[in-house]
Every structure is written in structure tokens, then in C-alpha cells.
Nanobody, 120 residues
């Protein structure tokens, strides 16, 4: 009943910037917390950033000071602005969200992921 679609991934040079977007669609009454995780080859999925419906954000230690998460509640969309990118930021980035459905109740959803590659 709900789908999350990520976009904005690609190839970027070290020190460069990239902005990811994730839009939720379907039978949505309200999107609560939304966020991003990432998974590099051979590694476990890692927390990147999270933002509440009220705009309070928190970040994983590895991205603090470089990444910024924002959201547009009217569009059920969350963004991740990534600056000063490093090679170790290379990963598949997954959007996640807690969604309140039209008939009530909150469920957790995951997007399919978008590839970010940082390389010279």
C-alpha cells in the first residue's frame, strides 16, 4: 500500500556533493519519522540520518558535519544533502519511513536503494 522511491544517486568525485531524494506514495495519511541507511559491499547496513515529522534530525557519527537531512511534509519526501564526500561513503543508500495508513496504524517501509559511488 506504500512505496518509497529513491533518486539522486550516481558517481561523484571525492570532496564533491550529491543530493538524494525519497518520495513516499500510496495510501498515506501521514509520514512520521523518515531516514536513510546505507550498505557498502561486504558490510552491514549502517544508520546515516533520521528526521522526525517535526524536523528534529540526528546523524550517524561517520557523517556528522557533512550530511544534512531535510523533509517536505507536504510532498511526503525526505532529502539527504551529502557534502565533502569520501571514498568510504560509497554504498547503496536506502530510504526508510514510518507511515501512518489511511485506516490507522503505523508501518515501517524501505525503498529499493540508490547507488552512490565516490571515486576519482
Amino acid at each position: 500500500q506504500v512505496q518509497l522511491l529513491e533518486s539522486g544517486g550516481g558517481l561523484v568525485q571525492p570532496g564533491g556533493s550529491l543530493r538524494l531524494s525519497c518520495s513516499a506514495s500510496g495510501n498515506i495519511f501521514r509520514a512520521n519519522a523518515m531516514g536513510w541507511y546505507r550498505q557498502a559491499p561486504g558490510k552491514e547496513r549502517e544508520f546515516v540520518a533520521r528526521i522526525t515529522s517535526g524536523g528534529s534530525a540526528n546523524y550517524g557519527d561517520s557523517v556528522k558535519g557533512r550530511f544534512t537531512i531535510t523533509r517536505d511534509n507536504a510532498k511526503d519526501t525526505v532529502y539527504l544533502q551529502m557534502n565533502s564526500l569520501k571514498n568510504e561513503d560509497t554504498a547503496v543508500y536506502f530510504c526508510n519511513a514510518d507511515i501512518m495508513g489511511l485506516i490507522g496504524g503505523v508501518n515501517h517501509y524501505w525503498g529499493q536503494g540508490t547507488q552512490v559511488t565516490v571515486s576519482s
